[in-house]
């Protein structure tokens, strides 16, 4: 499979000659070229670009008019022999009037034309001036004669049937109004939304603009290509900026810097097959169509084989997030994680008022999942105003900890107030052994499995004998995998971190040592020192991951690396995002992985981990079937009762093969 179901866009504005056909046409030509060159599927132009915006009453000049077909046509024309679809706008006259519309040229002719709807006269703007709106000749005219051919016109919608991507069209206003034709065309198939405008520039309007088009790509689960009237517009009264907007689902793709002299291009690559799976998930968009949208208003017009993105020849201009679940912008995070504890201490808060529990019972192995359960337990219990000393803390030395992750359990503990137990399970672990038969020098899964299920007997017990509750430790990434002892650690009775990847985690901890124990918002009664607890976190942090379930090495450091066995979990945690939240298939999975880990993994490695991935993911969906209760935390959850209901038996073969193929 090498079809990505993806297409490269492209957003620009030509320098123009107000009321200059001519001169527009070239620079146009030299656009659609450049678009060409760069394997652009798409280019979209600004709002009557061949005129101008800005020509005033010289739209109601017959010579301007005609110029401007002539430029039309020989656009038209120029595109022959081309795969790439150009959307630029002109004007038409129509049973005695003047319509602001959209052309879409692919392959030497005019495949449709789209009037604008909505025509803004008020304050800077004056188009009923010149133009009528297009809502009722839409719907009187399916057909116009130009250049010698029918061409569709009106509601149209543009399918390539190949590659099943559909487009729309609508025209600057026309996104400003509480209902947009742009909703309509999304209901009706419209995968992107193509929009030519001429929005002046005043302060704050492009705020404004972007998160107009932001939401609607969001709301309409599509893709939303915006491209505006440039500097070389006149400058009378009002200064254009050539704002380009390229969105995906509420993402914004691409935005160019405004106010450049030259023309401009800006390029991305919209998931159209992403978006198909996003809108088939649900049956909303179909019942949203069927109560408010009228399908048969809308003429299909066929495309002829748009160029989408092939992974054997082309390279992304697209950027992947390498931690999908973490964003890039420091600030973005900060907001996620503040976010993500927030929704973890409301979750555990409401379950200990639900079940009147009277103490918290937390396993705490000095490492990194642990310690933000106990974090967040802790802020719970201050929430709900119950003392810190109700959170029976316990540490379970066994064969494989370590001094250190011993030495910082007991720090954390001991700093934030709880009560203090340690019960080694050296002695009953080997107890059990005898009565099992298990060798004691035999390090095989039964050896680590039997500590783990002591260590869970053990809080259970102690929550039965105190009235409390099992605080769950596993995260996203662990149940993902099936990373965790089946009625072991796997078991709890609330798991906090049941929502958050394993990438997450280490952010949300850095969040508290950076808001709750440092900083100007510092909570000064969080812990009995926070300069020492914040040194504990930072040593957590950089602690290897490991269940510490093997003997320790000579030198009394971790052997058992959990990132050895399973593999890097910044790659197992890319993996799970793109299959769950757009289920994304092998092939492509490991094509975004390799544009996306280039210079840091090889192919072969990325596949190797990606086997492992999906192995793990089906044959350990019986763990998961079973997984306590906990707060959905993102847009990817793995709940039985909730995103994922998987059978337990499903097989992985096809996937696998798909990989063995690459």
């Not at 947009?180 to 704050?204: F, K, R």
């Amino acid at each position: 499979m090498t079809t990505l179901g993806m297409i490269r866009v492209a957003a620009a504005t030509p320098r123009l000659k107000v009321a200059n056909p001519a001169e527009n046409e070239a620079e146009i030509l030299k656009l659609m070229h450049s678009a060409d060159e760069a394997g652009a599927g798409i280019l979209l132009l600004p709002e009557l670009t061949i005129t101008g915006y800005s020509a005033g009453d010289l739209f109601h000049q017959e010579l301007l008019y005609q110029r401007q077909l002539e430029s039309l046509s020989h656009i038209a024309e120029s595109s022959r022999n081309t795969k790439l679809v150009t959307v630029l706008g002109f004007m038409l006259r129509l049973e005695n009037n003047f319509y602001n519309c959209a052309a879409l040229i692919q392959n030497g002719r005019i495949k449709g034309i789209v009037p604008k709807m909505f025509l803004p006269n008020a304050k800077e703007f004056y188009e009923r001036r010149w133009f009528a709106s297009g809502t009722a000749i839409a719907e009187a005219k399916n057909s116009v004669h130009i250049f010698g051919y029918e061409t569709a016109f009106g509601n149209l919608i543009f399918t390539d049937e190949s590659s099943g991507l559909s487009l729309g069209i609508e025209i600057c206003e026309d996104l400003w109004l509480p209902i947009t034709p742009s909703s309509h065309l999304a209901l009706n198939g419209a995968q992107i939304i193509l929009n030519p405008s001429a929005s002046d520039e005043t302060v704050g309007k492009s705020d404004y603009r972007r998160s107009l088009v932001s939401v609607q790509s969001a709301k309409s689960i599509c893709g939303y290509v915006y491209a505006s009237a440039g500097v070389s517009e006149s400058t009378t009264d009002l200064v254009f900026s050539g704002h380009h907007i390229i969105a995906e689902s509420g993402a914004i793709l691409a935005e160019n810097e405004r106010f450049e002299r030259e023309s401009t291009i800006t390029y991305a690559e919209i998931d159209y097959a992403k978006l198909r799976s996003d809108r088939t998930r649900g049956c909303n968009m179909a019942e949203c169509n069927l109560a408010y949208s009228d399908r048969f208003l809308y003429t299909p017009v066929a495309l002829e084989d748009l160029r989408t993105l092939d992974s054997a020849k082309d390279k992304l201009l697209r950027r992947y997030e390498k931690n999908p679940f973490v964003p890039s912008d420091p600030a973005a995070t900060e907001r996620i994680c503040r976010e993500v504890f927030k929704i973890q201490t409301a979750g555990y808060a409401k379950r200990l008022e639900h079940t009147h529990a009277k103490k918290s019972v937390i396993g705490i192995s000095g490492g990194l999942d642990s310690t933000l359960a106990l974090l967040a337990a802790a802020e719970t219990h201050r929430l709900l105003g119950k003392a810190l000393s109700d959170i029976i803390a316990v540490t379970m030395p066994g064969f494989g900890t370590t001094d250190k992750t011993y030495g910082n359990a007991l720090t954390i503990m001991k700093l934030l107030g709880t009560e203090v137990r340690e019960i080694s399970i050296k002695d009953s672990v080997r107890c059990h052994f005898r009565d099992i038969g298990q060798d004691e020098t035999n390090h095989d899964l039964t050896y680590e499995n039997a500590q783990a299920r002591e260590r869970t007997q053990i809080l259970m017990d102690i929550a039965g004998m105190t009235g409390g509750l099992v605080i769950g430790t596993g995260d996203l990434s662990e149940a993902a995998l099936g990373w965790c002892t089946y009625n072991g650690d796997h078991m709890a009775m609330y798991n906090v971190n049941a929502g958050i990847p394993k990438t997450l985690i280490r952010f949300v901890v850095k969040w508290v040592m950076d808001n709750k124990l440092s900083g100007p918002h510092e909570d000064k009664t969080f812990s009995a020192d926070n300069a020492q607890l914040k040194a504990a976190l930072q040593d957590i942090l950089d602690t290897p991951i490991s269940p510490e379930l093997l003997p320790p090495e000579k030198d009394g450091s971790i052997s058992q690396k959990t990132e050895d066995s399973v593999g890097p979990y910044i790659l197992h945690d890319f993996f799970l995002y793109h299959t769950l939240r757009s289920g994304v298939p092998p092939a492509k999975l490991l094509f975004l992985a390799e544009q996306t880990f280039a210079g840091e993994y090889e192919k072969d490695f990325i596949k190797q981990w990606l086997k492992v991935f999906y192995r793990r993911f089906f044959s350990q969906q019986f763990k998961r079937s079973c997984m306590p209760d906990g707060p959905k935390i993102g847009s990817v959850s793995l709940s039985p009762r909730g995103d994922l209901k998987m059978p337990s038996d499903a097989d992985s073969s096809l996937w696998l093969a798909e990989v063995d193929m690459l």
